[in-house]
Nanobody, 115 residues
Framework: QVQLVESGGGLVQAGGSLRLSCAAS????????MNWYRQAPGKQRELVAD???????NYADSVKGRFTISRDSAKTTVYLQMNSLKPEDTAVYYC?????????WGQGTQVTVSS
């Protein structure tokens, strides 16, 4: 089993920044991908960014140039630095770890961007 604990959400004005963290613990494989998803009210959950163990990253078009995903040296914590936030970034942000045939989710953290 793998446990994911997110932190760092909150309320911020448009144009501001937040940094989300997700700490993974448990039976973590040497090869996995960690991802950030988000879900706004009335919308489907969408992929925001992902990062492999080798450091390869991928971003949704809507956040390119504003968000940066990274991992710590131990590869067990993933961060999402969010800059130039917009009201449309308001959502619950979820951390996700995919390894083998399993996918694990965190509990989510609320990000609210006021205009």
């Amino acid at each position: 089993q793998v446990q994911l604990v997110e932190s760092g959400g909150g309320l911020v004005q448009a144009g501001g920044s937040l940094r989300l963290s997700c700490a993974a613990s448990g039976n973590i494989f040497s090869i996995n991908t960690m991802n950030w998803y988000r879900q706004a009210p009335g919308k489907q959950r969408e992929l925001v960014a992902d990062i492999t163990m080798g450091g390869y990253t991928n971003y949704a078009d809507s956040v390119k140039g504003r968000f940066t995903i990274s991992r710590d040296s131990a590869k067990t914590t993933v961060y999402l630095q969010m800059n130039s936030l917009k009201p449309e970034d308001t959502a619950v942000y979820y951390c996700n770890l995919a390894q083998g045939r399993s996918v694990y989710w965190g509990q989510g953290t609320q990000v609210t961007v006021s205009s």
